[in-house]
């Protein structure tokens, strides 16, 4: 059975965006799991994500206070569809970040990861895929905000990046 999840991070919210964007709630009602990589800013966020998802798996970032940090973990993990998955805020610089996430996630098939806001799709020599979905609510350099969308089957995952309209992102 395919597990369609959404892929989000960095939302800010209310800090960098009032709101996550309509489609990204119309994605989460058409998700079966929604992974969130840290930089919420709020329990209300948290509360409504967990409220609206049919599955929540996430993180703490290092921009969420003691009350978030209290309610998830640093490192967030489920196995889904045969495939040992695990949700982290920061992974340092680009520079090495595969040598180090292979080293650190031996145990891992998929690492969704935040803190960047610039969408990350590789794969280390021993098969770790590394995904950054960017963020829905704050472009920074990006001509974008951004999400993911996987598909999860049998051990397989198929990933698509979604730009938001510009109209819907908030710009610097």
Same mark, same amino acid.
């Given at each position: 059975?395919?597990?369609?999840?959404?892929?989000?991070?960095?939302?800010?919210?209310?800090?960098?965006?009032?709101?996550?964007?309509?489609?990204?709630? /119309? #994605?989460?009602?058409?998700?079966?799991?929604?992974? *969130?990589?840290?930089?919420?800013?709020?329990? /209300?966020?948290?509360?409504?994500?967990?409220?609206?998802? *049919?599955?929540?798996?996430?993180?703490?970032?290092?921009?969420?206070? !003691?009350?978030? +940090?209290?309610?998830? !973990? #640093?490192?967030?993990?489920?196995?889904?569809?045969?495939?040992?998955?695990?949700?982290? *805020?920061?992974?340092?610089?680009?520079?090495?970040?595969?040598?180090?996430?292979?080293?650190?996630?031996?145990?891992?098939?998929?690492?969704?990861?935040?803190?960047? *806001?610039?969408?990350? /799709?590789?794969?280390?020599?021993?098969?770790?895929?590394?995904?950054?979905?960017?963020? !829905?609510? /704050? +472009?920074?350099?990006?001509?974008?905000?951004?999400?993911?969308?996987? +598909?999860?089957?049998?051990?397989?995952?198929?990933?698509?990046?979604?730009?938001?309209?510009?109209?819907?992102?908030?710009?610097?």
């Amino acid at each position: 059975m395919t597990t369609r999840a959404l892929l989000i991070a960095d939302t800010h919210v209310p800090k960098r965006a009032k709101a996550l964007p309509a489609q990204i709630w /119309d #994605e989460v009602e058409a998700a079966d799991l929604v992974i *969130h990589a840290g930089d919420w800013v709020s329990e /209300d966020l948290l509360d409504e994500l967990q409220e609206r998802s *049919h599955t929540l798996l996430a993180c703490w970032g290092n921009n969420d206070g !003691p009350g978030l +940090r209290a309610r998830l !973990p #640093e490192v967030g993990t489920a196995v889904v569809g045969g495939v040992r998955i695990a949700v982290v *805020h920061e992974t340092d610089a680009a520079k090495g970040r595969e040598a180090r996430m292979q080293d650190a996630y031996q145990d891992k098939d998929l690492l969704v990861f935040g803190h960047s *806001h610039i969408p990350w /799709d590789t794969i280390t020599p021993s098969g770790l895929r590394l995904l950054n979905p960017g963020s !829905p609510t /704050d +472009r920074r350099r990006q001509p974008y905000c951004t999400y993911m969308v996987a +598909r999860i089957d049998n051990g397989t995952v198929d990933v698509e990046l979604h730009q938001l309209p510009l109209r819907t992102s908030r710009t610097r």
